[in-house]
């Protein structure tokens, strides 16, 4: 992680998608070109197919990485932990991908239901067979519209996200509205951005939204943020 930036830029160099197609494209017109990453954490390790035209197909991304090292929840959220969440959770992964942060979280909590949400049908069609070949049954794979099915407000005990910046501002702040709306009272999201890619505007955002930011780790460009409506404020 301690060169992640020029890591990006060979990615870019060797990889090169048009500007037109982005991992957030619903329908990636890029050619399939599949390949295997492997996800190491202490805790566990495993292996991911990937491919073309999704967000960080040849390897996982550094924010990634750090946002579920430094994941506050995973003690938390344990089967043995105290009924603050019920006994009942579930967790999203908002802009999952080929499954990194929705598989780990699934693994860590197996009594969970997991929500991995995309949009780009290639990203979703991955994250569901590698959900399926590591034996996940827990983890439930969709676009949003699908999953809003699924529960009303107040149903969600935690969403994860490495956001997808480059939607633009307007667009993401709009996504973490609605689904910060969907939050069970007083539960966070918890999020990783690249400092040169709006991490203080995001945080400002999320203060005058009546949220606590708070920063957990800042490495390698990176910041984990996690945010949770302060006493009083509705989230």
């Known amino acids: 992680m301690a060169d992640a930036r020029e890591q ?29 990453v492997e996800l190491v954490l202490p805790d566990t390790r495993f292996h991911l197919e990937t491919d073309r035209g999704v967000f960080s197909p040849n390897r996982i991304d550094a924010g990634t990485k750090l946002l579920l ?3 506050p929840l995973r003690d938390e959220l344990s089967p043995n932990a105290p009924g603050r969440y019920g006994s009942s959770r579930t967790l999203v992964d908002l802009g999952c991908g080929y499954g990194a942060i929705a598989l780990t979280l699934a693994r860590r909590h197996p009594d969970a239901t997991i929500w991995a949400v995309d949009v780009n049908e290639r ?61 069970a009272p007083g539960r ?21 939204r009546g949220w606590a930011p708070t920063r957990l780790a800042a490495r390698a460009g990176y910041r984990v943020l996690q945010a949770r409506p302060c006493p009083g404020e509705a989230s």
């Not at 998608?17 to 890029?30: C, I, L, N, R, S």
């Not at 951005?193 to 955002?205: K, N, P």
């Open 8 to 36: 990006h830029r060979r990615d870019r160099a060797t990889d090169p998608v048009p500007a037109a197609q982005h991992y957030f494209t619903p329908e990636p017109a890029v050619p399939s070109a599949p390949r295997r």
């Open 69 to 71: 090292l430094e994941d």
């Open 123 to 183: 990203a979703l069609a991955l994250c569901r067979a590698n959900a399926a070949a590591l034996g996940l049954a827990n983890v439930v794979v969709g676009r949003e519209d699908e999953l809003s099915e699924l529960g009303a407000g107040g149903a969600v005990s935690a969403v994860y996200s490495n956001p997808p910046i480059r939607v633009g501002k307007a667009a993401l702040q709009d996504l973490l509205d609605r689904w910060a709306a969907r939050l």
């Open 188 to 208: 966070p999201l918890l999020l990783v951005v690249r400092r040169d890619l709006g991490a203080e505007s995001l945080e400002r955002w999320l203060a005058e």
